[in-house]
């Protein structure tokens, strides 16, 4: 596998401001048939990248759904023309803060607009008319890739034949702002982030690091944690100190650490604002006089960052439409993180509603 | 209303070390009867103080428990000798890491001694002694007021007549310990804190900023925050920045902004430190040989942060020994904040349960 790059010259974004030109990092896997009627785009969430399966040079782990995405796997790429690309504002390849700005030269920093998922899915259009794909089979992804998946729908529902969003939310409610606003700060509260122009000074890590670690918190349950860590001590006793001495502490130390090495602290604030704005309540998720795709959608129990009721007034909207949809609450213990980990029961369910659905 | 202060000579810490001098800041209301019968022991949580009720002199607000204490009220001042002091480690008058380290004259800072819950109630112990009261009436107290609570039932049940656990837990689990360890780390991230000797400098105001919103979020739940807050907006429609566009987000910043006034960094170490290392289960609630307490426990269903199974597991450990315990899980949206909102209910739970308790 290896990472590609389409770059256009100009995207009008849902600000009113332009950005261009842009780059979008993308991989794909399989073939496109004659009549481009088997692609499926996945979508990823706030840290993912365009890779989301096998080996990819440099990079010592397989991608982000990997055992989601190959031969026989649920995804499968005998069959299917997969495609994933790495979100605008990001900072795996595609143009987010971190890349230069034409006008000066240097990275945008705190200049880069605001965008929104709206904006992520704009780009992702540009990509598929590029790669000549008319219309999407599947369009499928957890968590913010759920809500780019939503934005489909909304955005080009004659384009999509079925949508796939999983462990996601039609708006961001105030406990899921408060998260990510927190986040922002402990970023911006750190001197290292310069007002976002640190580039060439080195990250704002300590910030950045305690953003990641409040969020992995909230990817887990109260249960897997418990399963996972309980009270275990790293240390022979409590050594009456503030060094990790939990095993859990340690594993939220580690995790903070190793994600400053390879997330951008600006992309960051500029991918959890675009979920914080994401708002397809009411009747913002249908196309005036457009088909309404069909939808399978998956919600797990323990998840309590994107509850199931999140998910069920997902089906509630669709239902009063008379879409035709399918649901799913996944009976997991591992939170929001299940659906990075459930792969059986995920596999199952997208394996028979990919197969149902048809190409135009 | 006023605060008290008790000195006394040295404390023998659970870790060894001793600590000496140490001030106890308290009050009092009512009187103690002539049998020393009628005292209660109110125990505060986290950034609480010895002000729980009516109004003190150079502070605005009346105390953390008003609804609950006085004339009438569930902890009756009328009928009852209360009493209320803060937390040795705290910064509101009694030895923490601010008081000056006898053998520097400087303060303590990150040289201050890690305390547990039960060297709080040790402390405690000594002013139970110097005003003469036998034996508490009962202890009561929310979160980490209830830890304590439950502290004396483990350290002193031939001192205790009953114990009102509310919204508090036998031992912190790993996500509790995960929450407080991310505010430690916020704080210990902020090169304001400059390992703990920031006194005469100012406080690592960002960070601790950081923590308290990440508190102020595990406090309520995700209902009562969309109630409060929904996706209500400070401005006129997304102005496409980082600023507290969300009323969530000003709220956050408003308590973090509010915090750093009040409340000393380092305390906020040493009390999470001691939440986290509290751990009552197995047999380590019962004194071998001495009798059981009675016991309300009481929790909230809309609680994530002590959730109602903690709240059960005193409960089943209480009827494990045959136990005499009242258990309520009271209808509230509110989160964990219900223990300082629903003063209704717990009024009427408390007072019924305080009248049938008996002196010796």
Redesign the interface.
Known sequence: METHSLTFDRLLLA?G?ELGPVTLAYQTYGRLDEKGGNAILLLHALTGDAHVAGLVAGEPKPGWWDPMVGSGKAFDTDKYFIVCSNVIGGCRGSTGPGSADPKTGKPYG?HF??ITIADMVEAQRHLMDYLNVPTWLAVAGGSMGGMQALQWAASYPERVRSVIPIATTL?????Q???D??G???I????DWRGGEYYGHGQPE??L??AR??G??TY?S?QS??E????RMKTDG?K???D?E????GY??NR?AHFVRRFDANSY?YVT?AM??F?LSGDKLFKPGAPIPRFLVVSFKSD?LY?SYQSRDIVTALRSRHGDVTYVEVNSTYGHDAFLVEYDEQTRLIKSFIAKTHAP
Chains 1, 2 share one sequence.
Not at 188 to 191: E, F, T, V
Not at 228 to 231: E, G, I, P, T
Not at 246 to 249: I, K, L, P, R
């Open positions: 600000s401001q705190i607009p605001v708006k961001h409610s105030p406990q702002i408060a998260f606003e927190v922002r700060q402990a911006m509260a750190d001197p300590r910030g690091a305690v670690m409040i992995h918190i887990m109260d944690m418990e996972k860590f309980s009270r409590f009456f100190s503030f990790a939990f095993e859990v502490e939220l130390r903070g604030l604002r914080d704005y708002d309590w509850p």
